[in-house]
């Protein structure tokens, strides 16, 4: 007759179970991770094992640990935006959404961590957030502030150039559109 079970997880003794009920929850673990399980009878002369189960693996949870991305403002008009995966996943990431002042600009597949954003305005300030999915949920970044590049002068028109006197000119520089 058996007189007590305990069951194995990972090598650890996780939890005993009654010989009338012959089910336990296991809890405390983490999201999308995999284990192995051991079933041990024990009778009053002594204990057998099973062989280990075949490897399960918890449900995915929510993506959590995302730090906001990293922006290089590459011109007066263009930024790279770069980021890396949450730190803890818990799950297959899917995708990344990349904001731009709130508003969604970019769905990326799971292997980019890099999006280049152009047609900015010159000399202006723009937030940058990115969002992780994986099936379970999302989770967003923190915003990163950047300000593109000043830009060059455009529409200039050539000096006006009149003679001051017979050793000298008089110069008026036009205002740049």
Same mark, same amino acid.
């Not at 062989?51 to 403002?73: I, Y």
């Not at 890099?114 to 202006?124: E, R, Y």
């Not at 300000?147 to 740049?176: K, R």
């Given at each position: 007759?058996?007189?007590?079970?305990?069951?194995?997880? /990972?090598?650890?003794?996780?939890?005993?179970?009654?010989?009338?009920?012959?089910?336990? @929850?296991?809890?405390?673990?983490?999201?999308?991770?995999? @284990?192995?399980?051991?079933?041990?009878?024990?009778?009053?002369?002594?204990?057998? @094992?099973?062989?280990?189960?075949?490897?399960?693996?918890?449900?995915?949870?929510?993506?959590?640990?995302?730090?906001?991305?990293?922006?290089?403002?590459?011109?007066?008009?263009?930024?790279?935006?770069?980021?890396?995966?949450?730190? #803890?996943?818990?799950?297959?990431?899917?995708?990344?959404?990349?904001?731009?002042? #709130?508003?969604?600009?970019?769905?990326?597949?799971?292997?980019?961590?890099?999006?280049? /954003?152009?047609?900015?305005?010159? @000399?202006?300030?723009? #937030?940058?957030?990115?969002?992780?999915?994986?099936?379970?949920?999302?989770?967003?970044?923190?915003?990163?502030?950047?300000?593109?590049?000043? /830009?060059?002068?455009?529409?200039?028109?050539?000096?006006?150039?009149?003679?001051?006197? #017979?050793?000298?000119?008089?110069?008026?520089?036009?205002?740049?559109?």
């Amino acid at each position: 007759e058996i007189v007590l079970y305990r069951i194995y997880i /990972d090598s650890s003794t996780t939890a005993i179970v009654q010989t009338n009920i012959l089910s336990a @929850h296991i809890s405390g673990l983490s999201p999308f991770s995999t @284990h192995f399980f051991i079933l041990e009878a024990c009778t009053r002369v002594g204990c057998s @094992h099973s062989t280990a189960s075949s490897t399960v693996r918890t449900l995915p949870a929510a993506p959590q640990g995302f730090n906001g991305p990293t922006v290089f403002p590459l011109s007066s008009e263009t930024v790279n935006v770069v980021w890396s995966a949450p730190t #803890s996943p818990n799950g297959i990431i899917s995708s990344y959404i990349v904001y731009r002042n #709130s508003s969604p600009i970019a769905t990326l597949p799971a292997s980019s961590t890099v999006f280049m /954003d152009f047609n900015l305005t010159a @000399h202006t300030g723009y #937030s940058y957030r990115v969002e992780a999915t994986n099936q379970a949920g999302s989770v967003t970044s923190s915003e990163t502030v950047v300000q593109t590049a000043q /830009d060059t002068p455009e529409g200039l028109l050539p000096p006006m150039v009149t003679p001051w006197n #017979s050793t000298a000119f008089s110069v008026i520089v036009p205002t740049p559109n």
